[in-house]
């Protein structure tokens, strides 16, 4: 791919708004520079957007990429994921467990650890924002409700949705997720910040603490 040609159809691109112009390829080969491994951008293209987003940078460079070039790909993806999770988010309004759970799917149904992450919601039940809590099994004695009570004061959320997945697939509460929901709600309490739920992300599955009357 010549890098100059690219820049000229990335230009025609931002003018004209039409995304047929540029290829994934040829985007590439402007962020990357002129002096690229043609071959490894051609490789890195045929890619899907899915399996682009979840490279390491140690990934790209094995792809044929400097460091530095390696460094900037990997750049340009984090910047669309924060667009896209901004995106998602906005005015985003949850009314039943299955619009929490539809929000969560997504990006927690396939993760290989467990992860706890808090939705941060306004008066309306509008997502204001999600944030991962902790990285790893949960237990009632880590996973602390001062961190996520933290986060929802920092975006004066009105209330809040937690909730983790079972790399296994299978949602099925555990004692121990019980636990948790409890701890969250009686410290919710105190704070006048109501827990809505806890969703428990399996594949494609999810079990509502609420509709099981924990919550």
């Known amino acids: 791919m ?3 040609l690219a820049r000229k159809n990335m230009l025609k691109y ?5 995304d047929s112009l540029t290829s994934i390829e040829e985007i590439f080969s402007v962020i990357v520079g002129g002096h690229a491994n043609k071959k490894a951008v051609f490789k890195l293209s045929q890619l899907s957007l899915k399996d682009l987003s979840k490279l390491a940078i140690e990934e790209i460079i094995e792809y044929g990429f400097s460091k530095n070039q390696a460094l900037s790909i990997y750049a340009s993806f984090l910047v669309l994921q924060r667009y896209i999770k901004d995106k998602r988010e906005k005015g985003y309004t949850v009314r039943s467990p299955e619009d929490a759970a539809n929000y969560l799917m997504e990006s927690m149904k396939n993760l290989d650890q467990e992860y706890f992450v808090a939705m941060f919601l306004n008066t309306k039940n509008e997502v204001i924002k999600s ?3 902790f990285i790893g099994s949960l237990n009632a ?3 602390h409700p001062r961190e996520t009570y933290r986060e929802a ?3 004066s959320a009105a209330s809040v949705i937690i909730s983790h997945n079972h790399p296994s697939g299978d ?3 555990s004692q121990e997720d019980i636990l ?4 969250f709600v009686e410290v919710g309490k105190i704070m006048g910040m109501e827990v809505l739920d806890h969703i428990v992300i399996g594949y494609n599955r999810f079990v509502s603490m ?3 009357g924990y919550i």
Do not use: D, E, H, M
């Open 131 to 133: 944030k991962t809590i």
């Open 141 to 143: 004695s880590i996973v």
């Open 14 to 18: 931002c003018a004209s708004g039409n």
């Open 2 to 4: 010549n890098v100059n």
């Open 171 to 173: 949602p099925s509460p």
């Open 180 to 183: 948790v929901t409890k701890r």
């Open 210 to 212: 609420k509709q099981k």
């Open 153 to 155: 004061l920092k975006c």
